[in-house]
């Protein structure tokens, strides 16, 4: 059978370091991090075991290595028993160098996180980093019919516009990949973690091993966020954080549930707000 290649397409904060270290906690999984990023950013990259991408057993010398045979070469620096490496990559023009690819077995993962919970995140970044302007010209770039909105909206609209460009981009990009794919919320994981990942493990064709919740039991090189250690400190997997409820107000979160282009593409995805996430409807 080919080896797997997992491909994670999310946007940032969505929990694709969390989804992909409790993949890569399956005895016959690999976690990589964001591959991109290391192999673009090399010296400005670290490992969250080996600090130094130069120490590190999976990633050392990875730079000089011609970026078709990437995969391959992770793989010859894994155990033999591994069957499958998680990319976390997120961005779709990352994964287009690699597809199609009749060496491996690819498979494609849609992680698609609340834009409420996103909105408050994007926010806080934009206020920190003062990229508030750059961000609308960004958004009325891919956004070009909603300019109006996009113009003399605040933040909050870029927010949303953001969360639907980045979402349907990455939807258009499964659909033309032809590949097998599933979209998994951050709800689900979170809250059911045992019975998604079941159900992912048996799409990828392992046995589901209870023990990958607990990841930080398990060594993985490359990327990991230090922030998600308060998924151990709180208690493992099944934490969930909800911190928007408190951050955005009622009026915010009202104007994300109702707005009209944000509820055509959740319908075009089968996803329904809940009071705490997204929910698969139907």
């Not at 997992?6 to 991090?33: D, K, T, V």
């Not at 969250?48 to 990437?70: A, T």
Request: proline share 3%.
């Amino acid at each position: 059978m080919k080896k797997k290649l997992i491909f994670i397409l999310s946007s940032n904060y969505s929990g694709s370091h969390f989804f992909s270290l409790l993949l890569g906690s399956h005895s016959r999984g690999e976690h990589l991090g964001e591959l991109k990023n290391i192999y673009k950013s090399f010296d400005a990259v670290s490992c969250y075991i080996c600090e130094d991408l130069g120490d590190c057993r999976l990633y050392h010398n990875i730079k000089e290595c011609p970026k078709p045979d990437l995969y391959k070469e992770l793989f010859s620096r894994v155990d033999d028993k591994v069957e499958f490496l998680v990319d976390i990559s997120k961005k779709s023009e990352w994964f287009e160098n690699f597809i199609p690819s009749s060496e491996y077995d690819i498979r494609l993962i849609h992680l698609v996180r609340d834009p409420r919970a996103l909105a408050r995140r994007w926010l806080m970044r934009f206020d920190e980093k003062q990229i508030g302007l750059r961000e609308r010209i960004k958004q009325i770039r891919k956004n070009p019919l909603k300019i109006g909105k996009l113009l003399f909206g605040d933040l909050l609209t870029v927010c949303i516009y953001k969360w639907i460009s980045q979402n349907r981009k990455m939807a258009a990009f499964v659909k033309s990949s032809g590949l097998p794919a599933r979209m998994v919320t951050y709800k689900e994981l979170a809250l059911r973690p045992d019975e998604t990942l079941a159900d992912i493990c048996k799409w990828i064709d392992v046995d589901y091993e209870p023990g990958q919740k607990g990841y930080w039991n398990f060594e993985h090189h490359g990327t990991q966020k230090k922030e998600y250690e308060w998924v151990r400190e709180k208690g493992g997997a099944q934490f969930f954080d909800q911190r928007w409820r408190e951050f955005l107000t009622e009026t915010q979160i009202e104007r994300i549930e109702k707005n009209r282009d944000l509820q055509a593409l959740l319908k075009q995805f089968s996803l329904r707000f809940s009071s705490e996430g997204l929910d698969h409807a139907g």
